[in-house]
């Protein structure tokens, strides 16, 4: 959400909730810190100064022989407020990049992303993908995940997965020697080279655009980023696993079921047990289903520590109708259990769980 007031000639973009959909807690982005960083930059300026910046770099632009300032690219960037001003700061950003024969800029895309964020302006953020002298300039850890978070957030999910592979394909690109570098330290810190946080994100998109070329690209970037040695978190797995429901693809989805992490027996056992249910295995979906109920229920609301999903209620129930009618004393047996898991489900569905990104303090959750 964002409030408008005036200080002289300036219009100031005060941040009144910078996100309602991070995956972790906003502040390590620097979106916040970026905001009011620009909020002072406005206070302090001259009268005029913005105007006479932008002169300088339109004519800097018209003028082949004149140089665009730094200092100049720099102030408008924090004194920029519409789409027209972050057209201005492309221009001026290419043709100070190829005065001084630089390959790219990540402190530049970094900013200008952030910049878009705090505008709420995807498209430019998507414009400046699409220009081939810009684009790299925006494949840095943390611009590429702003940027698909961003898209996600304006229901672009194409757009979202085409960045995800861009940056991929970057890492990929790079040298052997450093990619292996890479595996070994970022290993030692327990993150990885393609981040959790990147993959969570694709994988939902993936999972919201829910069609079968969605189905076919979750698969072939599963396949793609196995080979750097990186793992899905929890939730990026049951994004791939309703994916695979919905698309009417139940083995799959057990297989995937079946990476979730072993400590997390919960979440593990609850996506089984959909998956049998769908696969018409009421027997087996039933026997990960008293694994969770012999669990030690926690009584936080938030807690999912031997929980159910409603859809894992809902998939048994399934089950449990198309039983034959003969087999009484297993159907009643089956009915008991399931009155016990209605006593114990989580406060969101499967869908829920894949899109509450509100999540602070279990980061890889």
């Given at each position: 959400m964002?409030?408008?007031?005036?200080?002289?000639?300036?219009?100031?973009?005060?941040?009144?909730s910078?996100?309602?959909?991070?995956?972790y807690?906003?502040?390590p982005?620097g979106?916040?810190?970026?905001?009011n960083?620009?909020?002072?930059?406005?206070r302090?300026?001259?009268?005029?100064?913005?105007?006479?910046?932008?002169?300088?770099?339109?004519?800097?632009i018209?003028?082949?022989?004149?140089e665009?300032?730094?200092?100049?690219?720099?102030?408008?960037?924090?004194?920029?407020?519409?789409?027209?001003?972050?057209?201005?700061?492309?221009?001026?950003?290419?043709?100070?990049?190829?005065?001084?024969l630089?390959?790219k800029?990540?402190?530049f895309?970094?900013?200008?992303?952030?910049?878009?964020?705090?505008?709420?302006?995807?498209?430019?953020?998507?414009e400046?993908?699409?220009?081939?002298?810009?684009?790299?300039?925006?494949?840095?850890q943390?611009?590429?995940?702003?940027?698909?978070?961003?898209?996600i957030?304006d229901?672009?999910y194409?757009?979202?997965?085409?960045?995800?592979?861009?940056?991929?394909?970057?890492?990929?690109?790079q040298?052997?020697?450093?990619?292996?570098?890479?595996q070994?330290t970022?290993l030692?810190?327990q993150?990885?080279?393609?981040?959790?946080?990147?993959?969570?994100?694709?994988?939902?998109?993936?999972?919201?655009?829910?069609?079968?070329?969605?189905f076919?690209?979750?698969?072939e970037?599963?396949?793609?980023?196995?080979?750097?040695?990186?793992?899905l978190?929890?939730?990026a797995?049951?994004?791939c696993?309703?994916?695979?429901?919905?698309?009417?693809?139940?083995r799959y989805?057990y297989?995937?079921a079946l990476?979730?992490?072993?400590?997390?027996?919960?979440?593990?056992?609850?996506?089984?047990a959909?998956?049998?249910?769908k696969?018409?295995?009421?027997?087996?979906?039933f026997?990960f289903?008293e694994?969770?109920?012999?669990?030690?229920?926690?009584?936080?609301?938030?807690?999912?520590?031997?929980?159910?999903?409603?859809?894992?209620?809902?998939?048994l129930?399934?089950?449990i109708?198309?039983m034959?009618?003969k087999?009484s004393?297993?159907?009643?047996?089956?009915?008991?259990?399931?009155?016990e898991?209605?006593?114990?489900?989580?406060?969101?569905?499967?869908?829920?769980?894949?899109?509450?990104?509100?999540v602070?303090?279990?980061?890889k959750?």
């Open positions: 964002v409030r408008f007031s005036q200080i002289g000639t300036f219009r100031i973009v005060k941040l009144t910078i996100n309602k959909r991070f995956i807690d906003a502040s982005f979106l916040k810190e970026y905001d960083f620009r909020l002072n930059a406005v302090k300026a001259t009268p005029g100064l913005f105007e006479t910046i932008k002169t300088r770099l339109e004519n800097s018209r003028d082949k022989d004149k665009v300032d730094l200092q100049d690219l720099n102030m408008f960037l924090l004194l920029s407020k519409n789409s027209e001003d972050l057209d201005l700061l492309l221009e001026s950003f290419k043709k100070y990049k190829n005065s001084i630089l390959d800029d990540e402190k895309g970094e900013k200008f992303v952030k910049l878009c964020y705090l505008l709420n302006n995807s498209d430019k953020m998507t400046a993908f699409n220009d081939d002298e810009i684009k790299d300039s925006l494949m840095s943390l611009t590429s995940f702003l940027i698909i978070n961003k898209l957030i229901k672009k194409d757009e979202a997965v085409k960045i995800f592979e861009h940056y991929l394909e970057t890492v990929n690109n040298p052997k020697n450093k990619i292996q570098y890479l070994k970022k030692k810190k993150t990885q080279i393609i981040p959790f946080g990147h993959l969570r994100l694709v994988f939902e998109a993936l999972m919201l655009k829910n069609t079968k070329d969605s076919l690209k979750m698969k970037l599963i396949s793609k980023v196995e080979p750097l040695k990186c793992k978190n929890n939730t797995i049951a994004c696993f309703l994916l695979s429901l919905k698309q009417n693809e139940p989805a297989e995937l990476s979730i992490e072993k400590f997390n027996v919960t979440l593990q056992n609850n996506l089984k959909i998956a049998l249910g696969l018409n295995k009421p027997d087996e979906a026997f289903i694994t969770i109920l012999n669990l030690k229920k926690l009584e936080s609301r938030n807690d999912f520590e031997g929980k159910f999903f409603p859809d894992t209620l809902e998939s129930r399934d089950s109708s198309k034959d009618p087999d004393i297993k159907k009643d047996k089956f009915d008991l259990i399931l009155k898991v209605e006593r114990r489900l989580f406060r969101n569905d499967l869908f829920g769980y894949c899109t509450n990104v509100n602070i303090t279990d980061k959750k």
